[in-house]
């Protein structure tokens, strides 16, 4: 059985050395990489370094701020006079604020982002349109939590005020002034072609040619490991060959000194760590998650050390990160400024809860890195429960009460466990949150601490019996997308449930394979976000309106409709595919789905498209079983009984199918 992998390059750059990079094979559980570390540092692969993409955007507007052609104090609307949005705080949002996440945009992404061998301008020629139909989740700088959209924005900045295109202005302003020759976005390295830097993943068993990035400004830069580790250098103390030592430093700052805060920086996700800065070491960093791709960017201005690892599968930019502190640490070592590993928190636990903290039974939102949802938190006199409701099987976790007011997650015998969560309840603006100490042991790898807002009380949410009932109705099916275009990556997962429960009346949750989303209920066809959670824990919120939607197969039905531009229809909905039909034709923004017929389910087809359009199969588990965009996809096509299949492409074209 051939081993699985992540492939990984590293690279570290010192001033005082040339930068030094190195591939590895790493073994990960669930596999996903076939790759092996044949790839030697002279022979690098091309990266899509995600989110550290968007330490290229801030450079870029630090560099105008820099000429003193923006003013990082001064509202957006001067710089894109198309910026608006259903909110009139909207004006009041400064560049600064799209830098350090405290905007207060709700969405992150939207449709269309991730597109396999199509480098399109759908992005970026419709954020604007996007973000008007949005209202704010928050003031303008209130509190930070992360967003994507503040950096697409980002990008027009630095095309309105350059007069160029932001792929020429990393470019020519970015890229070459370091001798960065493997750095660029997704129109200037591939335009449609990998060549030999292409990568095949795996989602499950299939082989996926990796998507492009279409947001350059958040998440579509593209670079080898040793270019990424050189652009940080320019953020090293008095290197001030992309940016003056003042830009750096007020990048460097945090956007709130109150420690329970996130520490962002502009652009940086950190701009401080404890175990470093114990030791009077500043470092800072920047992660990035896509699918399949993830990377992480550690710089350590005054010592001049920058580490830059890129990690391709089944991976995520905390491993990446895992690394990237490794290297750190090495190097650091070296200079003769050795820093030890964090240790938890050793709490003591009280033999029973006060009166007081029990006034925070109810139920909440509550989400972290690791999951999200509704659950219902009840007290005995030795323990606090937190139940995972609009779930099947869910058992309670348990936490004891610790003499410092806070909770700690405790196992089945009562004990803590290596890791270490503790939750403390604080009550800010006549809202009830929760705030969450994770302390993550990673055996072999090292450990990390987290404390952010993770969770918000929900207020009783009456509603009419017939808009309870609209919405149970709705939870009875599953949804499907149907309006990305056929190259998206969201076809993989193209699935969506509506969640309803007695023990959350008023609400529901939407359901992806990405993770669950609270939303309360205004009618039969509204439902809203709502949290105020002051921290990254409410991020990429959407709301949902239910409109009615004759398709393109002649049924009417329901469409599921979200504010980030995705829509939906039940599966109910969907014609079946039979034996008699022969051909199929496209529209675009609308993809052609069925439900495999009985007479069909279990034989085989084979079709006859355009190279514009592509063919998806899943079983009735909505699983992908079948994809045009799997490398050397085979020309007949299994039918799963009971499954779906979709075609999607653009009009003018149509599929021929063959029994």
């Not at 022979?43 to 968007?54: D, G, M, N, T």
């Not at 039979?578 to 069909?600: C, M, N, Q």
């Not at 899943?618 to 799963?640: C, G, Q, W």
Request: charged share 25%; glycine share 8%.
């Amino acid at each position: 059985m051939k081993k699985k992998m992540i492939t990984a390059m590293s690279a570290l750059c010192m001033a005082g050395t040339v930068c030094v990079s190195a591939g590895n094979a790493v073994h990960a559980e669930p596999a996903q990489s076939e790759l092996t570390a044949e790839k030697t540092a002279s022979q690098e692969r091309i990266y899509c370094i995600a989110s550290v993409s968007k330490m290229y955007s801030t450079l870029a507007v630090m560099q105008l701020v820099d000429e003193g052609k923006v003013e990082l104090d001064a509202p957006v609307t001067r710089y894109l006079p198309d910026f608006r949005m259903d909110d009139e705080r909207y004006r009041d949002i400064t560049v600064r604020m799209l830098m350090n996440h405290t905007s207060g945009i709700p969405l992150g992404l939207f449709i269309n982002h991730y597109l396999y061998e199509d480098v399109d301008s759908f992005t970026h020629d419709n954020a604007f349109d996007i973000v008007s139909g949005l209202r704010l989740k928050a003031d303008p700088g209130e509190y930070a939590c992360y967003n994507n959209m503040g950096f697409s924005l980002m990008e027009h900045i630095v095309e309105n005020v350059s007069g160029m295109s932001f792929t020429d202005y990393v470019r020519d302003y970015i890229a070459q002034e370091i001798g960065a020759d493997h750095t660029g976005t997704a129109w200037s390295l591939y335009a449609g072609d990998l060549g030999d830097t292409q990568v095949s993943l795996y989602r499950g068993s299939l082989p996926i040619e990796y998507p492009y990035e279409m947001a350059a400004g958040s998440g579509g830069i593209y670079a080898t490991a040793s270019d990424v580790a050189n652009f940080g250098s320019a953020f090293f103390t008095g290197n001030e060959i992309l940016l003056s030592d003042d830009a750096k430093t007020q990048m460097s700052a945090r956007w709130n000194d109150d420690a329970k805060y996130e520490g962002y920086g502009l652009g940086w996700d950190f701009v401080e760590q404890v175990k470093y800065e114990k030791e009077n070491i500043k470092v800072m960093g920047k992660g990035g998650d896509l699918p399949y791709m993830n990377s992480c960017l550690l710089v350590a201005p005054d010592e001049q050390i920058s580490a830059a690892v890129l990690t391709a599968g089944n991976g995520s930019s905390q491993y990446a990160g895992l690394m990237a502190f490794a290297l750190m640490d090495v190097a650091l070592e070296e200079r003769g400024k050795a820093v030890s590993d964090l240790t938890p928190t050793e709490p003591k636990i009280a033999d029973t809860i006060s009166e007081h903290a029990k006034k925070y039974e109810g139920l909440y939102y509550i989400s972290d890195i690791y999951s999200s949802g509704i659950y219902r938190i009840t007290f005995d006199d030795t323990a606090m429960y937190k139940e995972n409701l609009g779930t099947d099987n869910a058992l309670p976790q348990r936490y004891r009460y610790t003499e410092d007011g806070g909770f700690v997650k405790v196992n089945d015998s009562g004990r803590m466990t290596a890791d270490r969560e503790i939750v403390y309840f604080e009550e800010k603006d006549g809202k009830i949150f929760i705030r969450t100490d994770k302390f993550t042991v990673y055996p072999g790898l090292g450990n990390t601490f987290d404390s952010m807002y993770t969770g918000e009380k929900m207020e009783e949410n009456p509603v009419s019996p017939g808009t309870a009932q609209s919405w149970d109705e709705l939870s009875q099916t599953v949804f499907v997308t149907y309006n990305e275009k056929w190259t998206s990556q969201q076809y993989e997962s193209p699935f969506y449930r509506v969640v309803t429960d007695e023990a959350f009346p008023g609400y529901i949750l939407v359901k992806n394979s990405a993770g669950a989303r609270a939303e309360k209920l205004t009618d039969e066809d509204h439902a809203l976000f709502f949290t105020s959670i002051p921290s990254s824990a409410n991020r990429d919120l959407f709301d949902i309106e239910i409109t009615r939607q004759t398709f393109a197969d002649g049924t009417s039905a329901a469409s599921l409709d979200m504010s980030d531009g995705t829509r939906c229809r039940g599966v109910d909905s969907l014609p079946v595919f039979t034996a008699d039909i022969s051909e199929i034709p496209f529209h675009s923004g609308e993809a052609a789905w069925y439900r495999v017929g009985k007479d069909l389910g279990g034989k085989s087809i084979a079709v006859e498209r355009p190279d514009n359009s592509a063919v998806f199969v899943y079983n009735k588990f909505r699983e992908l079983l079948y994809s045009t965009h799997v490398k050397d996809a085979a020309d007949t096509i299994d039918l799963p009984p009971d499954g779906y299949i979709a075609f999607v492409g653009e009009s003018g074209g149509s599929v021929k199918i063959f029994k």
